[in-house]
């Protein structure tokens, strides 16, 4: 059972930055995929972006490519989610997962308990 730990969301103004991170309680280095998901009232949970153990591979959705980073460091056990520009659009609870599968389609088994991010406009 692996726990995964959510920190770093917030209040920022359209344009600003934040950085997600995710710690998770075991090795990451074993884990196939991670990533990043985000939930707002009233939608589902949509895929932001992956990130491949094994090849360093990186997937994102459209709606952040360009303007999200994510990354994974394996010696800390973390990982994290650069986000800039960031639009009222972006406004979510974000959740890390740790699972399996390719990066673009990528199957969970474990969340995080989720971290707000609000972005006024």
């Known amino acids: 059972q692996v726990q995964l730990v959510e920190s770093g969301g917030g209040l920022v103004q359209a344009g600003g930055s934040l950085r997600l991170s995710c710690a998770a309680s075991?090795?990451?280095?074993?884990?196939?995929?991670m990533g990043w998901y985000r939930q707002a009232p009233g939608n589902e949970r949509e895929l932001v972006a992956t990130?491949?153990?094994?090849?360093?591979?990186?997937y994102y959705a459209d709606s952040v490519k360009g303007r999200f980073t994510i990354s994974r460091d394996n010696a800390k056990n973390t990982l994290y989610l650069q986000m800039n520009s960031l639009k009222p659009e972006d406004t979510a609870m974000y959740y890390c997962?740790?699972?399996?599968?390719?990066?673009?389609?990528?199957?969970?088994?474990?969340w995080g308990q989720g971290t707000q991010v609000t972005v006024s406009s």
């Open positions: 990130i491949s153990s094994f090849t360093e591979s990186t």
């Open positions: 075991e090795s990451i280095s074993k884990i196939v995929v």
């Open positions: 997962a740790a699972g399996w599968s390719f990066i673009a389609t990528m199957k969970v088994d474990y």
